[in-house]
């Protein structure tokens, strides 16, 4: 059995958060893990509440994850505070994980911040270094890079200067991006990869950045190549997702 730890908050809903990762670990073979950072209140459509745990509440449920399991992956969702992003970066550091995806939840689909300013320099000095993929949308990567991006190209130079900089790769997503189809890249410090798929369109989608960063920490936690961790991520979430279209947005 392999295991999978989801660093990250709580969603009432069940559709995103360490709900969302833990239904999504199951279905990809892992024994799912939580330390859960914060506790919100919302629905389908807005977050309504944010409370961060306290750092050394996270820390001890962090450590006991990977003391008491042979922990493959992480995968590092909403932190909620300074405070808990160098609590994570701080185990990270002791417990050497190889397989570490951060999904950059800066806010709520709604509007609703996760973090405030001072919090994003410290997890670009301190988490990213950590981990081995970021997966900011548009929105996310303009607020963390301070550049204005019209096009996915544009992200892809930006990134490049920004995979030394804060010495990880980057996954720009593009469903904020405009187009008929969703363009994509997968940048390293030495090699871009370039995707793009047809633009889906659900009427159910809640924690749909969850499901798909829960699924890249899953498939790196296989040795894949970046190139197969995206196909396979990307075509599980969109199977995913057809099938939870009962459910009422």
């Known amino acids: 059995m392999k295991y999978f730890l989801t660093i990250a908050a709580s969603d009432n809903s069940g559709g995103a958060g360490i709900q969302q990762d833990i239904k999504v670990a199951h279905d990809l073979g892992y024994w799912a893990l939580s330390a859960v950072t914060g506790i919100t209140v919302q629905n389908f459509k807005e977050v309504f509440e944010i409370e961060a745990v306290k750092p050394s509440l996270l820390k001890h449920q962090v450590e006991q994850c990977c003391l008491s399991f042979p922990v493959d992956t992480i995968k590092i969702g909403a932190v909620c505070s300074k405070e808990n992003i160098k609590m994570i970066a701080?185990?990270?550091?002791?417990?050497?994980?190889?397989?570490?995806?951060?999904?950059?939840?800066?806010?709520?689909?709604?509007?609703?911040?996760?973090?405030?300013?001072?919090?994003?320099?410290?997890?670009?000095?301190?988490?990213?270094?950590?981990?081995?993929?970021i997966t900011?949308?548009?929105?996310?990567?303009?607020?963390?890079?301070?550049?204005?991006i019209e096009t996915v190209d544009e992200g892809v130079k930006v990134a490049e200067e920004k995979c030394v900089e804060w010495n990880t790769s980057i996954l720009l997503k593009g469903g904020h991006f405009e187009g008929k189809n969703i363009k994509e890249a997968l940048i390293t410090k030495d090699k871009v990869y370039h995707f793009e798929r047809k633009r889906e369109t659900f009427n159910y989608q809640h924690g749909t950045g969850c499901a798909f960063s829960t699924a890249l920490?899953?498939?790196?936690?296989?040795?894949?190549?970046?190139?197969?961790?995206?196909?396979?991520?990307?075509?599980?979430?969109?199977k995913h997702y057809h099938s939870l279209q009962k459910l009422k947005p």
């Open 90 to 133: 701080g185990c990270l550091n002791k417990f050497e994980i190889q397989h570490v995806v951060l999904d950059t939840v800066l806010a709520s689909a709604s509007g609703k911040p996760f973090l405030d300013g001072k919090s994003l320099e410290v997890m670009e000095k301190e988490l990213f270094p950590l981990t081995k993929l």
């Open 136 to 148: 900011p949308n548009k929105p996310e990567f303009e607020m963390l890079s301070g550049r204005k």
């Open 217 to 238: 920490a899953c498939f790196s936690g296989n040795s894949l190549s970046f190139y197969d961790i995206y196909v396979r991520s990307s075509e599980y979430l969109v």
